[in-house]
């Protein structure tokens, strides 16, 4: 009774016993194998760290229904074992590892551990994962598999998603491995990433703005998130850009909308804003009036301003017609 403890192809030596005083062998065995690991046993060398998609502020973070992806990936370390549970050291030498990318199977999370929406339920969670890396480490008979960096994950919007910020608290699992030759993982891995980037449910805000028919206006807009019970300028926004021109007025007669791009700062567009158009530069009547502005949000930046269940995009009103006074001036009074 013999036993392999390595994997690979090898040549066996036998020597009988001598029969009546006479010795047969030694013999020896044309190449046999490749023998194979019994099992593949899997430890985290990394457990990772979710990133936020919007950075540059005083806290990272990440808006519900925002891509998001890693930090740093996890990383992976697994290691070929004999049924004894000792390391075939073997099993990375080159012609004996047949472990591929396509032979694991990690299951991907579906709704967050700790975080749940207005109805009780558990916020659901969308994750996009690519082909993750698989090398040799500096240690015979265990490789290494990373995740992959390009990897996403997204926060489902809806109205039971609109809660307080809260940091994620995601799992994937390393649920099988199963190669060519059957060899199996031996036990699940759980992979619970760390993360210091909130999900923060947002909006953007159009701030009304007026002033005389013949000067153009800068409609001023933020962003903003719901802290658990109202909405809040979101200070540590520096990402959010705008785009005058995409924005829509009605009517086209009053105004248009110019040209100018920007980037909002601690979640406000400060002196900047849309651009709208002087009606004595549009071609039409009246040259006084309202003009409803709508801007068209990234999804995670619309809003349900009107109450009614559904996210639309924002809207403000622009006045022409109207002095708007000296910018000094706080208060004035009419003393009859």
Do not use: C
Request: proline share 7%.
């Amino acid at each position: 009774t013999i036993s392999q403890s390595e994997v690979g192809v090898f040549r066996f030596t036998v020597t009988p016993p001598n029969y009546l005083g006479y010795a047969f062998g030694p013999f020896t065995s044309e190449p046999i194998g490749r023998f194979y690991p019994a099992s593949y046993w899997a430890d985290l060398s990394e457990a990772g760290e979710l990133g936020g998609a919007n950075t540059g502020g005083a806290n990272d973070f990440t808006y519900t229904g925002q891509d998001t992806g890693w930090l740093v990936a996890p990383q992976l370390e697994i290691t070929a074992r004999n049924s004894a549970g000792l390391i075939t050291e073997n099993f990375t030498q080159p012609g004996f590892m047949t472990l591929l990318i396509s032979h694991f199977t990690i299951d991907e999370p579906t709704s967050d551990n700790s975080a749940t929406g207005t109805d009780g339920s558990p916020l659901p969670v969308t994750v996009t994962s690519a082909d993750g890396t698989l090398t040799t480490s500096g240690t015979a008979g265990v490789v290494l598999f990373d995740l992959s960096a390009t990897d996403t994950f997204n926060y489902d919007r809806s109205a039971t998603a609109e809660v307080a910020p809260f940091l994620p608290d995601l799992t994937w699992v390393l649920s099988d491995i199963t190669d060519a030759d059957g060899v199996n993982l031996n036990s699940t891995l759980n992979i619970t990433p760390a993360s210091n980037a909130q999900i923060r449910f947002g909006r953007l805000w159009l701030e009304d703005v007026y002033g005389p028919e013949t000067e153009d206006l800068e409609m001023p807009l933020r962003s903003e998130y719901f802290n658990g019970s109202r909405y809040l300028q979101n200070t540590d926004d520096f990402a959010t850009t705008w785009d005058s021109s995409s924005a829509v007025v009605t009517p086209a007669s009053l105004s248009a909308p110019g040209t100018g791009t920007g980037t909002v700062s601690s979640g406000r567009s400060d002196n900047d804003g849309l651009l709208l158009l002087a009606p004595t530069g549009v071609a039409g009547t009246p040259d006084t009036g309202e003009a409803t502005v709508v801007y068209p949000a990234p999804a995670w930046l619309q809003g349900d301003y009107d109450g009614d269940g559904s996210f639309e995009d924002p809207e403000g009103v622009a006045s022409f017609g109207i002095y708007r006074g000296h910018s000094r001036r706080i208060l004035k009074r009419e003393i009859r």
